[in-house]
């Protein structure tokens, strides 16, 4: 141990939080952020190398030190990647407001000043309550020429008669080679417009979507326009763990902190969905997606960026879809994520083949697939095998020296990235997830390395077909098992007559490292129960008053409350004296006259639709799902989000209830169409004025702070 880390342990420390505070609160300057958080990784390094590897020693007492090292190595590697993304994110709000003047402008004076744009919705496996939602928003866009195309690769006759009666066109092809890249190239070769806009099944774009976008494509360098993946329900780690209000869902950082911070780079790139793509674009790569890999979108901007195309991306939630509604669904999405950013690594279109610049090759590299789970893990079993076998990470240290350089990396790297991505990034719930993504995903990842071909694009379930078992029973055994061998391993060193470990000094702060880690595996093992999803249908918040006429003429007005596809749940300042079964009429701002019955009466009245009409339940699809949604729009603190979570413990609700799936009952063997290419082109539509402007709320202000 050097004779600094004697005199002045916590200086170090004490210079890190003073650089934090001054850069992050007091003088808001990234640069000054990044650079305090790299040297600090620099001077741990510099120590981590030099003093604490007992390079003389022999292959015995070397190895698991080295071992350690490298991890920790790749991690802080890809820590120093993930820091110069966030160092210049970039706010294309300004260019958006500019664009869509210029397009309106265009369409009051004709609307075939702008050009058509087909919009495909690409569908394989979809339950209908999903489809049909991106069906009718996608035909309720502002643009005077949007086709409107299903891409249906599972040939099923119930999705060609509902894309008929909507009046959007259907299309399939007689087998499914390539999955969804060969899907959309397929949909490719039977249209012609000179844009295409891609969106999943369970996505549903805002009305505004193409007028936020399209006028990004004045500059002919941009091929590429994606917007954020948001999300009109909530994932399994708000669920699980009861965290629906008190923190976004975990794709915010990456969508809305890591996006806007590759943009600045020029690297954005496509994520699937929610994108308007140039047809140029696909005709100079050979004319569609790369089928090369199950991950077709970032194929897709690698092989732009070296034809000289980039990727603009826009952080506005202009589309919303499902997050995965199960753990079960979770893991199909997140294991196809992993797999097809490895595999990419084999192909000649990927970040290692030619013509890409050093810093497209830096900043598409998928390590951190691998990186972070091994970081997870190994900072779960470090602590065990210290206290079970003795194994130390590192050697001829003390506390000294951990308050010297360890803990100054640790808060350098936390507080930096909450500082650099306030309101979207939180450690703890980031641990937590790491941890319980890291049993299924590491080996998964790890196996792709090895055996990169033969992989099978599997579609993430949604809808009815979401559901999965009670408990996620692997990962919760092993969460217990690691629980399990870490109380031994402090009960055992507690006793001196028993301890195993040598170094006693370093006892305070593995015994504090190994109560964090138990602590970790708790909510682990906690999130692995599966809370049921009580409702068929999301609710969201009323925008607009709502009116009920009763059958005796009463009329109760309220705009506090909630909706949904099959009802309405109104907060009233006085009890409705109205009967649970009552028949009576409601009025809806956009969409007119529903019909409903009275399901609970009181101050909270709650009415389930009684549809007349198929036209009614479309215009109020549209009128919820293509407006403003305000779902994960909570940005706490991360200690508020921290304490938030650490709550999830005392109020722990260990039940579990059957996830059921529709899908037992279904017929196992549905009817298809037969093996050929249909082409059933969309009602025609008469000419469509341009909308005036709407301004969603806060919006405009806070989609991209």
């Given amino acids: 141990m050097s004779s600094i880390a004697t005199t002045a342990p916590f200086a170090p420390l004490a210079l890190l939080v003073g650089f934090l505070l001054l850069f992050g609160k007091i003088w808001p300057w990234r640069a000054g952020l990044v650079a305090t958080i790299g040297c600090t990784i620099v001077y741990y390094l510099q120590w981590r190398v030099s003093q604490t590897i007992p390079w003389g020693e022999g292959a015995g007492k070397l190895w698991w030190p080295l071992i350690c090292l490298l991890v920790e190595s790749a991690a802080l590697f890809d820590g120093a990647i993930l820091l110069a993304i966030l160092s210049r994110p970039r706010d294309r709000s300004a260019e958006a407001d500019a664009g869509e003047a210029r397009l309106r402008a265009a369409w009051e004076e004709d609307p075939l000043n702008l050009p058509a744009v087909d919009v495909f919705i690409a569908t394989y496996n979809e339950p209908r309550e999903v489809l049909e939602k991106s069906i009718l928003g996608c035909l309720a866009l502002d643009w005077p020429d949007a086709r409107i195309w299903v891409l249906d690769d599972g040939r099923r006759p119930w999705v060609r008669d509902l894309c008929l009666a909507k009046g959007a066109g259907y299309i399939n092809r007689p087998d499914n080679k390539g999955a969804k890249a060969g899907n959309i190239n397929h949909g490719l070769t039977v249209t012609d417009a000179p844009f295409v806009a891609v969106f999943d099944a369970d996505f549903v774009p805002r009305r505004d979507f193409l007028l936020r976008t399209m006028g990004f494509f004045e500059s002919e360098r941009i091929g590429i326009v994606q917007v954020p993946h948001s999300f009109y329900n909530h994932d399994p780690m708000q669920t699980n763990l009861g965290l629906q209000q008190a923190m976004p869902d975990d794709q915010r950082f990456f969508f809305e902190a890591i996006m806007p911070g590759r943009d600045g780079w020029d690297a954005a790139f496509c994520c699937g969905s929610n994108s308007v793509t140039r047809r140029t674009l696909f005709e100079s790569i050979g004319g569609g997606l790369p089928e090369g890999s199950i991950t077709e979108d970032m194929l897709l901007t690698l092989a732009s960026l070296r034809q000289g195309y980039v990727t603009r991306y826009l952080n506005e939630p202009l589309a919303f879809g499902l997050a995965p509604e199960s753990t079960t669904a979770f893991f199909v999405q997140r294991q196809r994520w992993a797999q097809g950013a490895i595999q990419i690594l084999y192909l000649k279109e990927g970040p290692l083949g030619p013509g890409l610049k050093l810093r497209y090759r830096l900043l598409f590299l998928p390590s951190a697939w691998i990186t972070q789970g091994l970081q997870s893990m190994f900072a779960v079993l470090t602590p065990i095998c210290f206290m079970l076998f003795n194994l130390a990470p590192m050697v001829g240290i003390d506390l000294e020296a951990v308050i010297h350089y360890v803990l100054p990396l640790i808060v350098a790297m936390l507080s930096g990235i909450t500082l650099l991505a306030p309101g979207r990034y939180y450690p703890l719930a980031a641990q937590i997830l790491s941890l319980f993504q890291t049993f299924r995903i590491l080996?998964?990842?790890?196996?792709?390395?090895?055996?990169?071909?033969?992989?099978?694009?599997?579609?993430?379930?949604?809808?009815?077909?979401?559901?999965?078992?009670?408990?996620?029973?692997?990962?919760?055994?092993?969460?217990?098992?690691?629980?399990?061998?870490?109380?031994?391993?402090?009960?055992?060193?507690?006793?001196?007559?028993?301890?195993?470990?040598?170094?006693?000094?370093?006892?305070?702060?593995?015994?504090?490292?190994?109560?964090?880690?138990?602590?970790?595996?708790?909510?682990?093992?906690?999130?692995?129960?599966?809370?049921?999803?009580?409702?068929?249908?999301?609710?969201?918040?009323?925008?607009?008053?709502?009116?009920?006429?009763?059958?005796?003429?009463?009329?109760?007005?309220?705009?506090?409350?909630?909706i949904s596809i099959s009802g309405l749940g109104l907060e009233l300042a006085e009890p409705a004296e109205l009967s649970v079964g009552?028949?009576?009429?409601?009025?809806?701002?956009?969409?007119?006259?529903?019909?409903?019955?009275?399901?609970?009466?009181?101050?909270?009245?709650?009415?389930?639709?009684?549809?007349?009409?198929?036209?009614?339940?479309?215009?109020?699809?549209?009128?919820?799902?293509?407006?403003?949604?305000?779902?994960?729009t909570v940005r706490p603190s991360a200690a508020a989000a921290a304490l938030a979570v650490a709550k999830r413990l005392w109020l722990a609700d260990l039940r579990t209830t059957e996830v059921l799936s529709r899908i037992a009952d279904r017929d196992p063997a549905p009817e298809k169409l037969s093996a050929t290419t249909r082409v059933v082109p969309a009602a025609p539509q008469g000419p469509k004025r341009a909308p005036e402007r709407e301004t969603f709320g806060n919006d405009r202000v806070t989609r991209a702070a």
């Avoid at 809806?588 to 007349?612: A, Q, Y």
Wanted: charged letters at 25%; one cysteine or more.
């Fill in 443 to 562: 080996p998964v990842a790890l196996q792709t390395l090895f055996r990169p071909k033969g992989l099978v694009f599997k579609v993430t379930p949604k809808g009815s077909d979401a559901g999965g078992n009670p408990w996620e029973r692997t990962i919760l055994f092993v969460a217990l098992g690691l629980l399990a061998l870490s109380f031994t391993g402090l009960m055992i060193n507690v006793t001196p007559e028993y301890r195993v470990v040598s170094q006693v000094g370093l006892l305070p702060m593995v015994t504090f490292w190994t109560i964090v880690n138990m602590f970790i595996l708790l909510l682990v093992a906690m999130m692995c129960l599966e809370k049921p999803r009580v409702r068929g249908e999301e609710r969201f918040a009323l925008r607009q008053a709502v009116t009920i006429l009763s059958a005796q003429g009463e009329m109760i007005r309220s705009d506090k409350g909630d």
């Fill in 582 to 632: 009552e028949r009576l009429d409601v009025v809806l701002p956009d969409v007119g006259l529903l019909r409903g019955f009275v399901r609970r009466s009181g101050r909270r009245l709650g009415i389930e639709f009684d549809f007349h009409s198929e036209e009614i339940r479309d215009r109020l699809i549209v009128a919820l799902f293509t407006n403003e949604i305000r779902i994960n």
